[in-house]
């Protein structure tokens, strides 16, 4: 007998049990036990020590759990483990479908985006609904109704003006169909072009439609400026009149006329809640905005000196207004208005209509960074049980927000300057955005949970991202997970793509045909 005959069966006993093998290991449950973990569930409750199990897209089981036999296993080693984050205003609807990786908004911890703020929304919702669940994102996403993009599909050019009665009717059709598809309510954007033209009649109508399916009515409203107060009371009138929850959009104070009366809003907006309005508020953690010129003078009289000199005095002087971009002269970026008047030889006005005359002339704009709100005004919205943390951002952002809002609320508002606790500051980013949307099974770490949730370090999550830097990455979290799977590990994207469509009670919409 030769060598090889006397091997052979042997071999084939070994090729045999390979075979078997992945068979065998598939019986086994395909779990993984989280170990050794700080727990912040989302509630807000204290944190504590423990271990979690995750088994498919689920979490199974928290506590001193012990790993079963071949069980895969991960050593928090104290990191402090979350809810994945849930921004409700991110505005990837065109740049997530390119980037599905979206790794500025993962490496923030982010496991669900809501996009169509702003009165802004895909459409058809269906189609952009089908295409993301054919090519799924990393994330889960789901999606809000725009009353601008309602508007302008059944007014056209032509809504520089009330809607009649019949045009009315026709957006509560589109309202309803979208309501119908998924949408998980009706968002607007009062001080943009196509929304500014509605009245307070035509929103309620709207708002009611997207009440009787369960939605919600989530708005940028009128005014932001000198009139922030008449514009919260109409925003409140919307919600009381048509029955539907209400969110706030990136609340803020952005003119020098309502600087310091955060104390004020928050008032009318408790007096409001009270009366049984049910009224949230989202908050982006930055003084400053990013915007183009021409919006810095709401008349729009752009080359009037009396005009532009009462716009620049209400954001506090040209100091406070900073050219980010400028195509026809490069020279300017990096300068605020009043250097470049002092270095021209031009008051701050002349320098204004300078900047708007060297950009019509070159068919452009210059992009600009506003810094007109304050400190304490941020703070005391944050400190409110009913404001949460959003971005306004998304992939691609010129704002820091975009890559950086929640590692900077987690680094800057809660360890270094001690505004939030830790839990206090996570439920902002998991169980409260999960409440305003009606999810029910996400937002908490908790047993029968999706399994989206974060790891980070408590010690050194940060943001990096700034203004003229704004995609830069966040450091600090480690591993996140979506529907139980990794989708973020130790700094980088691990491919994987388990993003849902999500409907308004959490779930993944169903795939129609
Ligand atoms: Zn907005």
Sequence with gaps: MNRARFWAPFALL???CLILLPTYSQKKPASLLILNAQIADGSGAPLYKGNVRIALSHIVGIGELQP??????????????????????????????????????VSQGITSMVVGADGDSPWPLLGWIRSMQEHPAALNVGTFAGHATIRQLVMGDDFKRDATAGEIRSMEQRMGQAMNQGALGLSSGLEYEVGSYATTDELVALAKVAAASGGIYMTHIRDEADKSFEALNEEIAIGERAHIPIEHSHIKLGTVGVQGK?????????????????????????????????VVVPDKQYENPKSVATALASYGGGSHITITEFSPNKSYVGHNLAELAKANKLS????????????????????IIGQSMIESDIKAFYQQPW?????????????????????????????????????????????LPAQRLGWKDRGLIREGAFADVVLFNPETVIDR?????????????????????????????????????????????????
């Design 465 to 513: 991202s700034t203004f003229a830097d704004p995609t830069a990455l966040s450091t600090g979290i480690e591993k996140v997970f979506v529907n139980g799977v990794l989708v973020w590990d130790a700094g980088k994207p691990t491919g994987a793509r388990p993003g849902f469509v999500i409907g308004r009670k959490g779930a993944a919409l169903e795939i129609s045909n």
């Design 387 to 431: 404001v949460m943390v959003a971005s306004d951002g998304g992939i691609g952002s010129q704002h820091p927000r975009g890559a950086g809002t929640f590692p900077r609320v987690l680094g800057l508002y809660v360890r270094e300057k001690h505004w939030l606790t830790l839990p206090g500051a996570i439920r902002k980013m998991t169980s």
């Design 348 to 367: 701050e006005v002349e320098m204004y209509i300078r900047l708007i005359r060297e950009g019509d002339a070159a068919h452009t704009e210059a992009s």
């Design 262 to 294: 955060a104390a004020d809003y928050i008032k009318v907006i408790e007096a409001a809640r009270k009366r049984g309005v049910d009224f949230l508020a989202d908050c982006y953690p930055y003084d400053a905005w990013h915007s183009n010129l021409k």
């Design 68 to 105: 079963e036999p071949g069980e895969r296993t991960l050593d928090a080693k104290g990191l402090v483990l979350a809810p994945g984050f849930i921004d409700i205003h991110n505005h990837s609807e065109e740049s997530l479908p390119k980037d599905l990786a979206a790794e500025t908004q």
């Design 14 to 16: 070994f090729l045999g």
